[in-house]
């Protein structure tokens, strides 16, 4: 199964904030041991809202707003997603993450919906057509280089 791992964000990322070297080394290494096992498909920092924008499309209608965003605990710092067997994989890997000293470090770990979670919703063919699309976007994925 694939779970997005959102990151979210605290006062401190806000206000752009970086990490210490020492978190920034320490996530690197977790970063390679789920590279490594196999886990880690994806994952990215993201910076402050104050460098976002929000677009809300209702009745057709797209209406943009600039950061930045006041709620901190409906914000995102950064995400990663995973290929685990099972939501306690995936819990496993998050209790390993590496924090800064007493500052929280809160995850939220949501399970991707898959084609096959339509099946009795969707045809066959609409549900043949999303993998197509998925097996797509991996293709076109850029490749890692050293």
Do not use: H
């Amino acid at each position: 199964m694939r779970v997005m791992v959102i990151v979210k964000a605290s006062a401190e990322s806000e206000a752009g904030a970086m990490p210490s070297p020492e978190l920034l080394a320490a996530m690197g290494k977790y970063n390679d041991e789920l590279i490594t096992a196999g886990v880690m498909l994806d994952g990215a920092g993201l910076q402050s809202s104050a460098k976002a924008a929000r677009v809300c499309i209702q009745s057709g209608r797209a209406t943009v707003t600039d950061g930045p965003f006041t709620e901190t605990k409906e914000l995102i710092a950064g995400y990663w997603v995973w290929q685990v067997a099972s939501l306690e994989d995936a819990v496993a890997w998050a209790r390993k993450a590496p924090s800064d000293g007493d500052q929280p470090f809160n995850l939220e770990l949501r399970p991707f919906f898959e084609p096959e979670d339509f099946a009795g919703l969707a045809t066959p063919e609409e549900i043949a057509k999303e993998q197509d699309w998925r097996d797509k976007q991996a293709a076109n994925a850029p490749k890692a280089t050293a």
